[in-house]
């Protein structure tokens, strides 16, 4: 899957805080992503997050170029 800055991740297990919506931060050769409910930053591999993803949400910037 191809991600991009700014777009949402909704993860099929829920973080620790009980939050299931993660914002991509940084891509490259991992991703770095920010929990939405209470802002923990992780750094997963490409294949970790594509695991992880139940759904992904491009960022309206993406859909507006579109």
Not at 16 to 25: F, L
Not at 29 to 56: H, L
Request: proline letters at 3%.
């Amino acid at each position: 899957m191809i991600y991009s800055q700014g777009g949402k991740i909704i993860s099929k297990k829920p973080h620790a805080c009980g939050g299931s919506e993660w914002t991509v931060m940084r891509i490259g050769a991992d991703v770095k992503i920010k929990c939405d409910k209470c802002g923990r930053m992780v750094f997963v591999s490409v294949t970790e997050a594509d695991k992880m993803t139940k759904q992904y949400i491009p960022s309206k910037e993406q859909n507006e170029q579109s």
